[in-house]
């Protein structure tokens, strides 16, 4: 019997890409999207190529309708609007939430990136879903909160360095640059095709993004340590796509660093490292892959590590069907394996 | 039991194609890869994002060796060398043909376009694989001509209306535009992307596109009568997709068009024919979907047809694969499922 | 002394390429720029790659202040709201108008396509600024209605012939193709660079373009006689660009079409006319060039006509400096003879 | 009297540049361009888009007709065989080039990572020629080194504060993202569009990029001490723009590292740093500009700067007609004012 699965905030790109990957699922069906903009109105008529191939009415938010019709809820609404909704389900349904709002265990920490912090008690019970570093957890999670994009590309690459100690924990630069789909669909000259097209930027330079304090938290916690980041965020003329150019100390070489990986990785179809080159972001569009490649510069004694994602799939609404696969003790791939659009 | 497929020139953008779609298909496994290019190596190492996901070794083509080890075989090799190859196997596997040397009934036709046709024989077994149009044919056929990507794109819009009578075949028009992988892997300045990108261009204006022939063969006979059309291919920056604006006088009005093309495919997952307004190649980017836009302009007596296809899936790969579904008796659409890629 | 320019709604995209344009521009200087939306403000803040190159204060309208301070003006404003500025300054300063305000000369014309019109006793005296076209006319006028982009990449090519008589001026078929900076700075889901990147789609199908008007009036008065046009416009997603591919019936074969064309332009610096070959649109990027190429296509009896041009350029403020540099007795290349940007 | 103006290599994008630049040049005009591939053909044949704007007949390289008809020579020859050809001129002409062959000072580090240096007598004699820095003994040079492009974005941005010696010279990370221009006219997949557009890569990453050896080598020179730098190349899929992202320790707050470089370039029109907020490589494109952002990270006690520049333009056709200018008494900004296109 098929999960049935809501949606939350269906319309936008990472809505929309969950129906994409769902319609290719065999264990679930899409029972329920809500949208306050669209309410009323069939999905195929808002996201027009829908038409032909997947449809259902868009409703407003109503918590007793998702828990008579839902196993599960994706939440794709904005912090803060996410918490609100979730906070009134989260007894009756699982939950996986891609807002940042149970992203951050200290909550005086949220409040200083995000503001106030409104379901507290929910947030303890919380599990943060990069998969691949917390299979177990997830597996028994009724609310999981799904990673960013960004600490998603970037963690999957640290992780299990940092929890081996081989790589240093301090002076660690990030550099990221990522598809414009993760600005959403909200309209604003950022997003305006004569604007963007043809251009490369950096934003929110310095200590400013705010997936800063989750990417912090999650270091923290593999090395043990308190871990400060130098992250920089830049916008690449591309639709999808994310790539992170990390740089570390290391007394180790680049063999030891690239066992380490593939050792934690060897279970995960999803993480692969290569053995030697660079992924670039069109290898893994449309895919919930993570690649890694990686050299050791010895002039510099620092790591250089290069790890790309899909942002709107591995990023975000692929690791969040991934989840919901751990969730329901489904294979972990299930709806996920196609391989990227090439070209 | 699967069905074993193997693919000549399998390296390149239609063969890669065929190789992703295959790879969700539930009945078909690829055995055999051909490439004279990349003969010996593995085609996770020429196409190194199926790393992981897919690998086989890539042969030189051997007739015995494909006899022995596949049912059918989608050739993605030019015009000329795909008809050497495919008389050599024709006897003993079915054959899907994505060169056009299978598409030309006429041999002196062929000669006119295309050059020397040295497999008549087997010319007059091939039966024209437009999916929808040869539907009980293609099941029975042993050797399917693949339509090129123009052709499909033109003739799903025109065929019905002709063969109901309700459009004039004198004087009809088509405009088309196509991504550039239309223009395969092969390197030359047009497809240069500094050369390419933030550019828009006509090429071989007049009546000079190969294309031709197979077009006004498959509207004469649709109209019964001998059709000659204007045809002038477009190159647009980017990779997938194609829109073909198709100019023609009718007496009939906008509603009477719709209710024709809506009835020839009422059974036709893959066609549909938008109720108002029209679609954009992004709306079947990656799909086997052929949608269509139509007016009516009182003024000129002309309807304007639209008609939007993925080049490489539709236009190539996807129908081909459609068209093995139908010769081996599976349901139409197994494989071919998938939503667009959206955004 | 050079000649003082004031520009209305200077922040729009043919405000900034006015700004560019007249920048080079030995003989004039930027006196006055206004803008609603960012009145008060320096343009170098609102646009900031002018920083360090040029900048001025943004000032709401006021026709005393352009009286006194231009020697001519440029409307960037939106149609209706253009000529109610116009109509306050007209009788103290030349005027360029690159609405569509002043171009359609038959009153209610103007009503059925864009409403009522105001200012029906400047529009006797406006001239209708194709420059090659109306070279005396435009020299002596001090009202110039600058013609719409579609219009001018369309009127180039087929004003001469139909002057001549030598294409029939039934059944043209006008296929256009069009860079979105045309839809200009304002916010839409058509511009935003995920739904519009690799895409392509066809816009204002049949008689619904507010160009149509525009083009059937000059082509009829080229041809001395009533002419209607199959009109259909089409989304690159490129920022700059636009090509019209044009169908026409002719008896007359290809020299003599290109014959006519060459003789017509022959002092025109920014026309030309392919010996062979078709043009692009990035051969005129930031240009304010027209370039031609044509065939015959004996077997239908038509020829086929590609006109690309910049929509912003010579399909906009390229031709407006253009026309006041004939308005003020310069030389026409004046400002305008830079080289594309290539690649 | 114009200054008479040699281009060998003409045909490529840096030599394209070149004169789409000195065709805006009221100084000089272009009496000699040589190609070995397209000796003999006019070069608006090869490159159409000069048609009726600039012809000349391309000629193979002859060192007679060089010191015969120029005054200077840019070469955009290749590293090797660009001090071949100079090597035959440069007692006569004047000489800007553009490859790598007389940026290194030590023979040694041009050995190791170019292969053997010919002209070791010519390269002691050769200026490096970033303009801003080295502006005095330029305009006395009769053989000028033009940058590469990395090294222009990046240099600029450091040079004046290691000078002053505000920021640390050691743990210079420096992660740049440049258009595919860079890679030049030649044909690979790399280039191809259907590769390269919608994706995203490092490439060389560690020690491996040809330009590290002279980004170190003017940063020891700005330091006065041996300086290392991490470097990593990113490919971004746009034809021109570059952008470096770059981590320095520093004890000195933002006001003063700004304030340094105000000074620095307080008469350089081509750098301008921003107040606030960072540059995109739009704002500089086709321009001779440098444009850089800049903050203090104070958690990290690093500063991160960006710069951009148009890696064809000021990263190498631009800065070269800026060397010219300096070389011959000529006001910097001669040919190189105009206006970024936009948009």
């Known amino acids: ?159 299990p360095l940092l929890r081996r100690g081989i790589i240093d924990p301090a002076g660690i630069i990030i550099d990221s640059k990522s598809g414009v789909s993760g600005a959403g669909r909200g309209l604003s000259l950022t997003t305006h095709i004569c604007e963007t097209a043809e251009s490369f930027s950096a934003y929110k330079v310095g200590r400013s993004h705010r997936h800063i304090p989750e990417i912090e938290q999650e270091l923290s916690s593999a090395a043990d340590c308190h871990v400060t980041v130098e992250f920089t965020p830049h916008l690449i003329p591309i639709t999808r796509g994310m790539l992170s150019t990390i740089y570390v100390h290391t007394d180790y070489d680049e063999n030891e660093l690239r066992e380490c990986l593939n050792t934690f990785y060897q279970d995960s179809t999803f993480v692969s490292i290569f053995k030697d080159g660079f992924p670039s972001t069109k290898d893994v569009r449309g895919t919930n892959r993570c690649l890694i490649g990686l050299t050791k510069n010895k002039t510099t004694s620092r790591a250089v590590i290069v790890s790309v994602i899909d ?33």
């Open 1 to 159: 019997m098929a999960i049935s699965v809501g949606i939350l905030g269906a319309t936008g790109y990472t809505g929309a890409e969950l129906i994409r990957l769902l319609h290719s699922h065999d264990k679930a069906r899409i029972t329920y999207c809500s949208s306050r903009q669209y309410n009323g109105r069939n999905i195929a008529d808002v996201l027009g190529f829908f038409k032909g191939s997947f449809d259902i009415l868009i409703e407003d938010f109503d918590a007793q309708a998702v828990k008579n019709r839902c196993d599960v809820v994706f939440s794709c609404l904005p912090h803060g609007t996410s918490m609100d909704f979730i906070s009134q389900i989260a007894d009756a349904v699982k939950v996986i939430d891609l807002s940042a709002d149970y992203r951050i265990r200290d909550i005086q920490t949220y409040h200083d990136w995000y503001g106030e912090h409104t379901s507290a008690n929910l947030l303890k019970t919380a599990v943060y879903g990069l998969s691949e570093c917390y299979r177990s957890e997830i597996k028994t999670s009724s609310l999981v909160a799904n990673p960013g994009c960004y600490p998603t590309s970037i963690l999957l690459a640290l992780i």
């Open 311 to 343: 942002n709107l799939t591995k990023g975000a609404s692929g690791q969040a069907v991934q989840n919901m696969n751990l969730m329901f003790g489904l294979p972990e791939t299930e709806g996920l394996a196609s391989l990227p659009l090439f070209p």
